[in-house]
């Protein structure tokens, strides 16, 4: 598999939605983006191409289906820009 990625694709978490509220009370202060996509963390990003997501799907399935739900506190927010 090529060991590509691109600026196009990402693994995120995303809040539950009825969490959304007071995050998205922030963003529309401060996020120009807030109508392009859900509130979310980037976890890995850039990501690779959809279409090495079918070798990879399960792998990365296996790693986190053990996981317990966990509680995020945000302690800090940071922001990048995307080159113009």
């Known amino acids: 598999m090529p060991s590509r990625k691109t600026h196009h694709t990402a693994v995120v978490v995303i809040p539950p939605e009825a969490l959304w509220p007071p995050i998205q009370a922030i963003r529309e ?5 807030v109508r392009r996509w859900m509130p979310h963390i980037n976890l890995l990003y850039p990501f690779r191409p959809t279409e ?3 070798e990879l799907l399960e792998p990365m399935a296996e790693r986190v289906r053990p996981l317990l739900p966990f509680t995020v506190r945000l ?3 940071r922001y990048f820009r995307h080159p113009s």
């Not at 202060?29 to 983006?33: E, K, S």
């Open 29 to 33: 202060r401060h996020d120009r983006q």
């Open 75 to 77: 302690a800090e927010i």
């Open 52 to 54: 090495a997501w079918p």
